[in-house]
């Protein structure tokens, strides 16, 4: 299982808010599957923004998780990114690649 980083901005208004019920319903599912590691709102941005810790076998299986949330059903993604994560450092650290750590084993003694 590889690591992904998603972030996701939203519009304001009704429709984010009669459809946030649905959206936090299939995060708490995605956390029973073991998709969703972590997630919550980013403070400070001018939009409403998510930001995700997902695990998955492919950049795939994130975009068909993210493409069945409320949230994307509706078209209240505005813009999305995901990104392979490979966490060297922390709570993740465990379930790092090994890969970078060790490069960084050889750079730094």
Not at 21 to 44: C, F, M, N, T
Not at 54 to 74: G, N
Not at 77 to 89: K, M
Request: charged share 20%.
């Amino acid at each position: 299982m590889s690591f992904f980083i998603v972030t996701m901005t939203h519009p304001d208004g009704d429709a984010w808010n009669k459809h946030l019920a649905a959206h936090v319903h299939y995060l708490q599912k995605l956390v029973e599957d073991g998709i969703l590691r972590a997630s919550g709102p980013l403070k400070g941005l001018p939009r409403r923004s998510g930001f995700l810790i997902m695990s998955a076998a492919s950049r795939q299986e994130v975009e068909a998780a993210v493409s069945q949330d409320p949230f994307a059903l509706e078209g209240l993604i505005e813009s999305l990114t995901i990104f392979e994560w490979d966490p060297l450092f922390g709570t993740f650290a465990a379930e790092s690649s090994g890969e970078v750590a060790a490069l960084l084993a050889k750079a730094v003694p």
